[in-house]
C-alpha cells in the first residue's frame, strides 16, 4: 500500500503517570483539612490509577456494556447481570483500595487520628479520574453499611463481608464469601424524588434471627448495581415507609424473588448496570424502626451525596489534566496551544473552577470524620446540599469547555477511547442522583431552620475575614439571607442562596489551603464580576502561567 501522508502535531495520550502525585491542589486540600495525614497509599494508588493497563480496563468496561440474563436456556429464571472481565478488575481495585468501607472496619483505636473518611473521599476523586461508573455500588456499599446498625442481627453478621478488602462477585450465600457489596432501591415510576408516594408494599410474615421479617411486592424504577449481594430498599409497611434489608440470596441459599424487568440504555455510566425491577413476595427485613423509613435513607443520602461531589470534583480534574496534555503537545499557527494566550486564559480558568470544587468537596469530607462534634456536624448539613448542587453543577460546563480544547479529537468517542467524550457523558448524573438541583437547594433552606448552621458558617468563613474585598461584601449579606428567608420567596430564590454560600465557602477555603494567587484570581472573577459568562474571561493581570504550571498532571 502507498503511504499517502505522515502522522505528526498529534499528541501522545496521557498515560502512565500518578493521578495523585501531580495533583497539587489535592494534596493541599488534604494538608489543610488533615495535616498529618499519611498519603503513601494514595500514592500508590495514583500511580495504579494511571496506567496503560487500568485505563484499558476503563476503556472495555464502557465498551462492552452489562448484558441481562433473565432466563438460561431452558426457561429458568435467573435474573443475573454479565459483566466484561474489565469491570471485574475495576471493582476488585476500588474494594481493594477500601473505598467501599475502609472507615467501618473496626480500626477504632486509630479512627480518631487517621481521618478514614478524608484519606477515603481522596480515593474516590482520584479513582473517578479513572472510571465513575464502576464506583456506583463503591458509593452505595459505603453508604448503606452503617445503616444496618439500625438491625444489629443483620449488621453483625453483614459487616465484616462490606469493610472486606476482597472482591466476591459469586451469587451465592452471604456466609460464604469472601466480600459483599450494597445497592439501593427508593424511587419507582410515580414518585422519583417523591418517595412517600412509592406503592411497593411490605406484609409481615414472621420473626426469626434477623428480626421482623416481611414479603414484598411491587417494583423499582431505579435500582442500580443489581448484582449486589444486598439492597436497602423503601416499602409500605403496615406502620408506613419503612427501610427493609433485601439480599439477593436468602439464607437458606434460595434466590429472592427480584424479578430484573430490563437494564436502563443511560446517556453514560455505560459500565454499571442500572434496572428496572418487580417485587414478588420477596423477603426483606426492618431495618430501624417501623414507619421512619425516610429519616433512615437521607442518612444514607448525606453519604452518597458526598461522594457526588467528589464524583464530579474527580472528573473536573481529568477533563482539566485531558486538556493541560493536550494543549502542552498539539500546535497550532506556529505555537503550542497552551502557549496561545487565549487557550491560557481558558485552561488557567478551568484550574481555578477544578481547584476550587477540590476545596469544597474535600472539606465536606472531613466533617465525617467528626461524628461526635456539634458544630462539624451543623457544617455538614448546610455543606451536603451546597456542594452536591454547585460542584455537579459547574462539572458540565467544565467538561464541556475541556473538551473545547482538544476540538474535533474530544468530541470522538474513537471506540472507547475517547475519554473527554465519556467524561462529558457521565458528567449529569452526579446532578440528578441522590436529588436534582431543586432537592438540593431545597435541603439548604430546612438545614437553615437550625440556628447553628448559620453559626457553623459564620466559623468557617471568619478567617478570610479583610482578605478580599468582594468576599468580605458577599460574607456580610449572607447572615442576613440565610436568618430572614421569606417563606413564600424563599423557595424560588433558594439556588441562588445555594450558589453564593458555595463560592464564599470556596473562597475562604483556597484562602487557606492555596496560593495568594489563585485566591485572588478567584475572588476576583467569581466574586468581583472580573469575569464574564464562560470560561477564558479572566481580567487581564492574571498570573494565568503560575495557574497552569500548578495544574500541570505530570
Known sequence: MDITHEVFNQPEPLVNYNLFAGNRA????????APGLDTAALTQLGATLGTAQMQAHARLANVHKPELHTHDRFGRRIDQVEFHPSYHALMALAIEAGLHGAPWAEMAPTLATASPHLQRAAGFMLFTELEPSSLCPISMSYAATPALRGNPAI????APGLTSRLYDPALKVWQGKAGLTMGMGMTEKQGGSDVRANTTRAVPEGVDAWGQRFAVTGHKWFFSAPMCDAFLILAQAPGGLSCLFLPRVLPDGSCNAIHIQRLKDKLGNQANASAEVEFSGASAWLVGEEGRGVPQILAMGTMTRLDCALGTSGLMRQSLSLALAHTAQRRAFGKRLIEQPLMRNVLADLAIESEAACALSIRLARTFDHQDDAPEQALARLLTPVAKFWICKRGSAVAQEAMECLGGNGYVEAGGEGVMARIYREMPVNSIWEGAGNIMALDLLRALRKADAVAALAQELQPAQGAHPALDRLAAELPARLGGIDPQEGESQARRLAQDVALALQAALLLQSAPA????????????????HTFGTLAAGVDVGRLIDRAMPR
Request: with cysteine; glycine share 8%; aromatic share 22%.
Open 155 to 158: 449488621h453483625a453478621d453483614w
Open 26 to 33: 489535592l494534596q493541599d486540600a488534604l494538608k489543610f483539612n
Open 517 to 532: 494567587y489563585i485566591f485572588s484570581a478567584f475572588c476576583d472573577s467569581r466574586l468581583a464580576g472580573h469575569w464574564g
